[in-house]
């Protein structure tokens, strides 16, 4: 049923636990598999403090970073031992990473499964930085799998 099943990842326990549940998948569909992380872009935020004016600009950097080099390289290496053929890395730079992952990564890579963990953010966390899988469940085209509480493993 499924073809290319893309897991997106990040150094997350959560993210560890989709990463299974893809290679699990992966396996059962004789899938290729598309492990995608989204470092983050820079990002100028400024608030508004209580008296309705504009408070000071906080501006965050991009991320130069190759630690995640190595975990993907990790990544796909576990997938290897588990039996995956067809293995792709994908990573690049979004400031909005679900819209990149639904929007831009799925359609170019003609995914037709997403894995991803669930956020535990809630309230004015999810408010003011937003939900990569809320916004992966709400634009993506193909079907959408989000493991939430270690799925069921």
């Not at 290679?23 to 989204?38: D, G, P, Q, S, Y």
């Not at 209580?50 to 993907?72: E, H, N, R």
């Amino acid at each position: 049923m499924y073809r290319n099943i893309l897991v997106a990842v990040d150094d997350s326990e959560k993210s560890k636990t989709a990463f299974r549940s893809a290679v699990e998948t992966a396996r059962a569909f004789n899938a290729k598999l598309t492990i995608c992380h989204i470092k983050k872009n820079t990002i100028i935020y400024t608030p508004i403090d209580p008296t309705g004016m504009l408070a000071t600009t906080y501006i965050f950097k991009q991320d130069f970073s190759d630690y995640m080099d190595g975990v993907l390289d990790k990544f796909k290496e576990d997938a290897t031992k588990e039996g995956i053929k067809e293995i792709e890395v994908v990573q690049t730079y979004s400031s909005s990473p679900g819209l990149a992952i639904a929007e831009v990564i799925a359609p170019g890579y003609d995914v037709d499964l997403i894995v991803c963990g669930a956020s535990n953010k809630s309230g004015l966390d999810r408010f003011l930085l937003g939900s990569v899988s809320l916004d992966i469940v709400k634009h993506a085209t193909c079907d959408v799998n989000v493991i939430r509480n270690g799925g069921s493993h």
